[in-house]
């Protein structure tokens, strides 16, 4: 139904979001309506309720809805998520930031508070851990690499949006550490990564399999072929005392603890996600 735009207020076009959300099988309709609401009128909903719905905005919302009706992520829908203290531009081309990376970000900020140093983002995408590190931390000196051109894409939108902070950030298009300057080889205080580490057969949600990259989420049979790769190079690209921070599955701690060890590091710890599931390790060299 197309709302007459010269008497259809945003209160009256929410509730209609609400009830095809609904009918669509979305459980959190009402809250998903009103962030839908605030990005077609480009202000908060207690602003705009009864103000009438322009035609430019009621395209921009019906577009947004009939995408959610059809089963892609909000964040997507949106184009927008926060994480952190960043609100970051999302599509397709990357995976939708999680709360459990969040955390990740943690460890680097706590490993680079005794280290110092640069700080290398293996596997940018959209730029989540190297931005809230260039944001929580000004100053640093941030890598951030991407082998696929559209994720660093996005990644580059994002760190112009975040304007002078972004001013130590460098963004390099490449395969995990081929895409870094040699000069820093035993140079680097945290190298941190949010690495492909879904195995090649595991199930994953339907909206997850759908809609994100799967480049970016499958690793091999054990889920751990890049996780190898990152954490046996990663010795000759830290300084003395730097650290290896690697997200990877609630069940790969034990692996990834032993891929470390193997790799000749000797402070080797696991760190746990907000729901108290393995999810990072933290070894340093």
């Not at 395969?175 to 195995?199: M, T």
């Amino acid at each position: 139904m197309v709302a007459d735009t010269d008497t259809t207020s945003w209160a009256e076009l929410h509730q209609q979001t609400v009830e095809r959300l609904r009918a669509a099988g979305i459980e959190n309709a009402p809250n998903e309506a009103r962030w839908i609401i605030e990005r077609a009128a480009g202000d908060p909903y207690r602003l705009v309720a009864d103000k009438p719905v322009t035609v430019r905005s009621h395209h921009h919302w019906r577009l947004m809805v009939e995408r959610r009706e059809a089963g892609e992520p909000l964040q997507y829908v949106l184009e927008r998520w926060p994480f952190r203290r960043l609100e970051l531009f999302v599509d397709r081309r990357v995976l939708i930031p999680r709360p459990e990376t969040e955390v990740v970000v943690d460890a680097v900020l706590d490993e680079h508070a005794r280290v110092g140093g640069a700080v290398v983002d293996l596997g940018t995408g959209s730029g989540a851990i190297a931005l809230s590190v260039a944001s929580e931390r000004p100053g640093t000196e941030v890598w951030g690499v991407e082998r696929s051109p559209d994720a660093l894409a996005v990644a580059r939108a994002n760190c112009t949006g975040l304007g002078r902070r972004a001013r130590t950030v460098r963004l390099v298009e490449g395969s995990w550490f081929a895409a870094l300057p040699d000069e820093l080889r035993g140079e680097v205080g945290v190298v941190a990564s949010n690495p492909p580490y879904v195995p090649d057969a595991a199930e994953l949600p339907d909206d997850v399999e759908r809609w994100e990259p799967i480049d970016a989420l499958r690793a091999g049979d054990d889920g751990l072929a890049d996780i190898r790769v990152i954490v046996a190079e990663a010795a000759e690209w830290l300084a003395p005392g730097g650290a290896l921070v690697v997200e990877h599955g609630d069940d790969q701690g034990p692996a990834t603890r032993a891929l470390a060890a193997s790799a000749g590091f000797t402070e080797i710890r696991t760190g746990t996600d907000l729901a108290g599931r393995e999810r990072f390790l933290v070894a340093r060299r």
